[in-house]
């Protein structure tokens, strides 16, 4: 019993972290988001996120069309970040849904 606690914990734990890392993604600026393409593998990119600005909080709004239109023409690259996206909106709208609308003061 004490197994399935210390996992739910974790798991719990695990989720927290995960939020924590797509919030702090939400904050940072272009140059930002490009050293984090960069560091999973995508630099080349990155500099495309850097040179039409798109910061973190643009992200959520992020579609293969714009990915096109910003010069990001393989598709597995496309569908790679149109996966992580569609994460952080997710995220973004947990996040929202567990703010409260008013906190009675």
């Not at 927290?16 to 919030?23: D, F, L, M």
Request: charge should be negative; glycine fraction near 6%.
């Amino acid at each position: 019993m004490f197994h399935k606690r210390d996992e739910e914990a974790k798991t719990e734990e695990e989720l927290e972290k995960q939020v924590s890392e797509y919030v702090s993604l939400l904050e940072k600026d272009a140059k930002e988001i490009g050293a984090y393409l960069t560091e999973r593998g995508h630099g080349d990119i990155a500099e495309k996120f850097v040179a039409h600005k798109i910061e973190g909080r643009l992200l959520p709004f992020l579609t293969t069309d714009a990915l096109i239109r910003m010069g990001v023409n393989v598709v597995g690259d496309q569908l790679n970040i149109i996966q992580e996206v569609e994460r952080i909106r997710l995220m973004s709208r947990a996040i929202k849904s567990n703010k409260p609308i008013w906190s009675g003061t």
